[in-house]
């Protein structure tokens, strides 16, 4: 894997991971922080979230294990999202490009809605179209498929030209100079 960390003007901090043969980006967090200033921890926004602690001990509650939940992916091509834990066929779900820039999944029985924010055409100023959505249910996931406009990817292909140009830290490289 390639890790590169980025550090905004705003103060914000994003970490991204590649697959080194590929190039494809396999994971991007942000640092969260809190009302006051204190960091809260990581925000997984693209690839699997990082394992929940059981709050069972503390709270004597937890959360169902069959409660839907979505991850997020990234091929050369297209974005992705699988909505795990769905039971129902294929022909109840709908997804639609909204309006206000999202992709919205609904059930006919009225069970499941969920509006999805898609970060990377809102960074890049482009909108959500519906015709480059498509979906397919599996093995009880929703796997959503957003194929990516031309100037998504010519705006990915010239990041990652400046990432390949990095000069690389290897482990045990001081970061910054010491007196």
Known sequence: ?????FLMEDGKEMVEEYHLETNVLVKRAWKEKGKLGQ???WKVEIGDPEPKQSNIEIYGIQESSSTPFITRRITKIALEWRIRNLPYPQNVYGVT??????ITVRTTNKKYFKKIIVPDLER???KVEQDRISFIHQFNTLIITYK???????LEKKV????????VRK???VQCPTS
Do not use: M, S, Y
């Open 1 to 5: 894997k390639r890790k590169v960390h």
């Open 39 to 41: 960091d809260v921890g």
């Open 97 to 102: 490009a909204e309006d206000d820039n999202t």
């Open 124 to 126: 890049a100023g482009l």
């Open 148 to 154: 990516k406009p031309p100037a998504l990817l010519e």
């Open 160 to 167: 990652l030209n400046e990432i390949l140009h990095l000069k």
């Open 171 to 173: 482990d045990g490289d």
